[in-house]
């Protein structure tokens, strides 16, 4: 049972990247005229319904805007808690989606969370952003959930807090994602 619901979760959410990453209205305005290292202008709350087996479902996502990095809520994860339990692909996309389980955000805390971390880069705008739900896949992120703002608080120190000399998350990441692009990035370093 937990592993159906552990997959419904991830068709949930790879629906609701998709869906959020691919608007094909035209961009109206640039919202981030300036991007901000080891910070952010905005944190953005957006709601997304989705419809998986007859049901009705709504998830939250937290994003942090104009950031320097679109990973840097994927890296503050990998640096706190080691490299990710699963990478989800939406379709058509290079980047995943990287999702840590049961991970212990707080100390003195026993609660273990589900945290899905991604991020954009795009014209209008870049962003890091957060998905989080506890171990019944309960979306924590929802206006009615006790640790909604003590999670938006924790990445937001999170990404304030990211020690840009510790490099070891992008290496990681890119010979999981794209070993290739790992390889032309060490030749680059060579030279």
Known sequence: MANIM???????IITFILV???????????????????????IVEDKF????NNDTVFLNEVKYECVYSAMY???GMYDRFGKWDKEIYP?????????????????????????????????????ASILVFDKNNIDLLSEN?????KLIEYFSELI???????SDFYEIYWKTVDPKHWERIKNYQKN
């Open 49 to 52: 319904e989705s419809v998986v």
């Open 91 to 127: 379709k058509g996309q290079h980047h995943p989606i990287l999702l840590w389980n049961n991970v212990k955000l707080f100390p003195n805390d026993t609660t273990e969370f589900m945290v899905a971390a991604t991020g954009l880069e795009s014209e209008e705008t870049i962003y």
């Open 20 to 42: 959020s990453c691919s608007s094909t209205g035209k961009v109206t305005e640039k919202r981030c005229k300036s991007i901000l290292k080891n910070d952010y202008k905005n």
């Open 145 to 149: 959930s006790k640790f909604k703002s």
């Open 6 to 12: 552990r997959n419904s979760i991830y068709t949930i």
């Open 160 to 166: 304030k807090s990211n020690n840009s000399n510790k």
């Open 73 to 75: 809520t994927q890296k």
